[in-house]
């Protein structure tokens, strides 16, 4: 069970360039989302999609786009990326448990550094 | 003021020792907390998860909720070295998690 995917796991970039974070699930969950995690602010949720063919932003939105490209897939673009960006970034999507509670499964994070 | 408060830490206990983790939130619509372990260099995975207010016990763990009060813990008994990681607490009424900063812990052998 490989659960939630994300590549690359590493990647370095100079100000200014792009790229895009590929992520990808197989639990057959409807909604997925993209966070950063920063020393001592915790996970901040940038972008999440609920359902296949939909987007909303989240708490950090700025300088990001995203794609749900299918309800396996989730992508999240940095079209110029700058130092702040510089994070580590963690894909999740969500299931319902039994008992009603939604959960969240995370892969296992892509380090960015922007210099 | 964030939606979700909690003591960065670090906390570092000697193996067997209790440790005690505690979140307070804002938001009383919030119905599922949950805890969530991050080993270094790893993503977060669910640990357990309360629905409303109560206890829950999973071998040597034990969330509380404490909604009137709205403040949530965590119990490690019998702490081990292999527990040393980074516990996050969530919590939410829908589709989307509030997250606590995270405290680092370390249980030293």
């Known amino acids: 069970n490989a659960g939630v995917t994300q590549t690359p796991k590493f990647q370095v970039l100079k100000t200014g360039q792009s790229m895009t974070l590929q992520c990808a699930q197989d639990?057959?969950?409807?909604?997925m989302y993209w966070y950063r995690q920063d020393p001592g602010m915790g996970l901040r949720l940038i972008y999440y999609?609920?359902?296949?063919?939909?987007?909303d932003k989240g708490e950090v939105p700025n300088g990001y786009n995203v794609s749900r490209l299918n309800k396996r897939e989730f992508s999240l673009r940095l079209e110029s990326a700058a130092p702040s960006q510089t994070s580590v970034y963690f894909c999740a999507s969500m299931g319902t448990e039994f008992s009603g509670a939604n959960v969240l499964t995370f892969g296992a994070g892509s380090r960015l550094t922007v210099l | 003021q964030k939606e979700v408060e909690q003591d960065p830490g670090p906390l570092s206990v000697p193996e067997g020792a209790i440790v005690s983790l505690n979140c307070t939130y804002s938001?009383?619509?919030?119905?599922?907390f949950m805890w969530y372990r991050q080993y270094s260099r790893k993503g977060p995975e669910l640990l357990m998860y309360?629905?409303?207010?109560g206890n829950k016990e999973d071998g040597r763990f034990t969330a509380q909720v404490d909604k009137s009060s709205k403040y949530i813990s965590l119990f490690i008994r019998d702490s081990q070295p292999s527990d040393s990681a980074t516990y996050l607490c969530?919590?939410?009424?829908?589709?989307?998690?509030?997250f606590g900063a995270g405290t680092t812990v370390t249980v030293r052998a």
């Open positions: 999609s609920a359902s296949e063919g939909t987007t």
């Open positions: 969530a919590m939410n009424g829908g589709y989307k998690l509030s």
């Open positions: 639990m057959n969950h409807n909604s």
């Open positions: 938001n009383s619509a919030f119905q599922y």
């Open positions: 309360t629905y409303s207010s």
